[in-house]
Protein backbone atom coordinates (compact mmCIF):
# COMPACT_ATOMS: atom_id res chain seq x y z
CA UNK A 1 0.00 0.00 0.00
CA UNK A 2 1.46 3.80 -1.07
CA UNK A 3 1.52 6.94 1.04
CA UNK A 4 -1.66 8.74 0.46
CA UNK A 5 -4.51 10.84 1.92
CA UNK A 6 -6.24 8.87 4.90
CA UNK A 7 -3.78 6.56 5.67
CA UNK A 8 -2.13 5.79 8.66
CA UNK A 9 1.61 6.10 8.75
CA UNK A 10 4.20 5.22 10.68
CA UNK A 11 7.91 5.96 10.48
CA UNK A 12 11.16 5.69 12.37
CA UNK A 13 12.99 8.85 11.66
CA UNK A 14 16.20 10.64 13.02
CA UNK A 15 16.35 14.96 13.00
CA UNK A 16 19.34 16.19 13.02
CA UNK A 17 20.83 19.84 12.69
CA UNK A 18 22.35 21.52 9.71
CA UNK A 19 25.87 20.31 10.80
CA UNK A 20 24.36 16.44 11.06
CA UNK A 21 24.68 16.36 14.78
CA UNK A 22 21.78 14.14 15.85
CA UNK A 23 18.83 16.05 17.96
CA UNK A 24 16.60 13.65 18.01
CA UNK A 25 16.00 9.65 17.12
CA UNK A 26 12.72 7.33 17.38
CA UNK A 27 13.03 4.50 19.63
CA UNK A 28 10.09 3.39 17.93
CA UNK A 29 8.01 3.99 15.03
CA UNK A 30 5.82 7.28 15.11
CA UNK A 31 2.51 7.15 13.47
CA UNK A 32 0.17 10.08 11.63
CA UNK A 33 -2.78 10.34 10.01
CA UNK A 34 -1.61 11.26 6.45
CA UNK A 35 -3.67 14.06 5.08
CA UNK A 36 -3.41 17.19 5.83
CA UNK A 37 -4.22 16.80 9.59
CA UNK A 38 -1.42 18.30 10.64
CA UNK A 39 0.21 15.32 12.76
CA UNK A 40 3.65 16.20 10.37
CA UNK A 41 5.45 18.88 9.26
CA UNK A 42 3.87 19.87 5.52
CA UNK A 43 7.16 19.85 3.71
CA UNK A 44 7.67 16.31 5.22
CA UNK A 45 4.15 14.63 4.35
CA UNK A 46 4.35 15.97 1.11
CA UNK A 47 8.03 14.10 0.78
CA UNK A 48 6.11 11.02 2.36
CA UNK A 49 3.45 11.39 -0.70
CA UNK A 50 3.46 8.10 -2.66
CA UNK A 51 6.44 5.43 -0.65
CA UNK A 52 5.54 2.69 0.61
CA UNK A 53 7.17 0.22 3.44
CA UNK A 54 10.47 0.05 3.24
CA UNK A 55 10.86 3.32 1.48
CA UNK A 56 13.35 6.05 3.00
CA UNK A 57 14.08 9.31 2.76
CA UNK A 58 16.19 12.23 3.47
CA UNK A 59 14.37 16.01 3.55
CA UNK A 60 15.90 19.47 4.56
CA UNK A 61 13.74 21.05 6.60
CA UNK A 62 14.45 25.13 6.38
CA UNK A 63 13.10 27.36 9.36
CA UNK A 64 9.35 28.30 7.72
CA UNK A 65 9.12 24.18 7.22
CA UNK A 66 9.89 23.38 10.35
CA UNK A 67 9.60 25.20 13.71
CA UNK A 68 9.75 28.75 12.03
CA UNK A 69 11.82 31.37 12.46
CA UNK A 70 13.13 32.69 15.62
CA UNK A 71 11.40 36.06 16.38
CA UNK A 72 12.72 37.93 19.56
CA UNK A 73 9.26 39.74 19.91
CA UNK A 74 8.71 36.43 21.99
CA UNK A 75 11.57 36.94 24.14
CA UNK A 76 10.75 38.95 27.18
CA UNK A 77 12.38 40.05 30.70
CA UNK A 78 10.47 40.34 33.45
CA UNK A 79 10.66 41.36 37.25
CA UNK A 80 12.47 38.08 39.49
CA UNK A 81 9.22 38.52 41.85
CA UNK A 82 7.62 37.21 39.25
CA UNK A 83 8.35 33.96 39.49
CA UNK A 84 8.66 30.93 42.48
CA UNK A 85 11.23 31.16 44.84
CA UNK A 86 13.03 28.28 43.21
CA UNK A 87 12.98 29.32 39.69
CA UNK A 88 15.82 28.09 37.33
CA UNK A 89 17.17 29.00 34.03
CA UNK A 90 15.02 25.75 31.54
CA UNK A 91 11.90 26.17 33.87
CA UNK A 92 9.15 26.52 31.46
CA UNK A 93 5.74 28.57 32.40
CA UNK A 94 2.51 29.41 30.45
CA UNK A 95 1.62 32.89 29.53
CA UNK A 96 0.26 35.25 27.02
CA UNK A 97 2.50 37.58 24.93
CA UNK A 98 1.43 41.27 24.74
CA UNK A 99 -1.71 41.92 23.26
CA UNK A 100 -1.95 38.48 22.36
CA UNK A 101 -5.37 36.05 23.45
CA UNK A 102 -3.42 32.31 23.56
CA UNK A 103 -1.53 30.76 25.83
CA UNK A 104 2.05 30.02 24.92
CA UNK A 105 4.72 28.50 26.69
CA UNK A 106 8.35 30.39 27.66
CA UNK A 107 11.38 28.85 28.87
CA UNK A 108 13.28 30.59 31.29
CA UNK A 109 16.71 31.13 29.60
CA UNK A 110 18.25 33.83 31.94
CA UNK A 111 18.10 35.01 35.46
CA UNK A 112 20.60 38.34 36.25
CA UNK A 113 20.28 40.44 38.11
CA UNK A 114 16.79 40.55 39.52
CA UNK A 115 15.64 39.43 35.83
CA UNK A 116 14.58 37.01 34.67
CA UNK A 117 14.49 36.16 30.24
CA UNK A 118 11.98 34.04 28.90
CA UNK A 119 11.57 33.21 25.58
CA UNK A 120 8.63 31.69 23.83
CA UNK A 121 10.21 31.07 20.77
CA UNK A 122 10.73 26.79 19.58
CA UNK A 123 14.22 25.77 20.99
CA UNK A 124 14.59 25.10 17.58
CA UNK A 125 13.33 27.87 15.85
CA UNK A 126 15.53 29.63 12.78
CA UNK A 127 17.36 26.89 12.79
CA UNK A 128 17.26 24.18 9.25
CA UNK A 129 16.60 21.31 9.92
CA UNK A 130 17.10 17.57 8.32
CA UNK A 131 15.02 14.67 8.99
CA UNK A 132 15.71 10.88 7.03
CA UNK A 133 13.45 8.73 7.71
CA UNK A 134 11.61 5.26 6.70
CA UNK A 135 8.19 3.74 6.23
CA UNK A 136 7.76 1.04 9.06
CA UNK A 137 3.73 0.60 8.31
CA UNK A 138 0.87 2.09 5.83
CA UNK A 139 -2.46 1.49 6.22
CA UNK A 140 -5.94 2.92 5.49
CA UNK A 141 -7.23 4.87 8.07
CA UNK A 142 -10.58 3.60 9.97
CA UNK A 143 -13.76 6.05 9.21
CA UNK A 144 -14.05 6.95 13.10
CA UNK A 145 -9.72 8.46 12.46
CA UNK A 146 -10.78 9.79 9.54
CA UNK A 147 -14.05 12.04 11.09
CA UNK A 148 -11.54 12.84 13.94
CA UNK A 149 -8.19 14.01 12.08
CA UNK A 150 -5.62 11.87 14.08
CA UNK A 151 -5.26 8.63 15.08
CA UNK A 152 -6.29 6.22 17.39
CA UNK A 153 -4.63 3.13 19.47
CA UNK A 154 -4.81 -0.13 18.82
CA UNK A 155 -7.81 -0.25 21.37
CA UNK A 156 -10.23 1.86 19.77
CA UNK A 157 -10.41 5.69 20.50
CA UNK A 158 -7.94 7.52 22.77
CA UNK A 159 -6.34 11.01 23.14
Do not use: W
Amino acid sequence: MQIGKDTVVSISYELSDKSGKVLEKSAEPVAYLHGGYHGIFPALEAALEGKAVGDSLHVELPPEDAFGEYDAELVRVEAREAFPENVSVGMQFEGAAENAEDAMIYTVTDIAEGKVVVDANHPLAGQTLAITCQVEEVRAATAEEVAHGHIHGPHGHSH
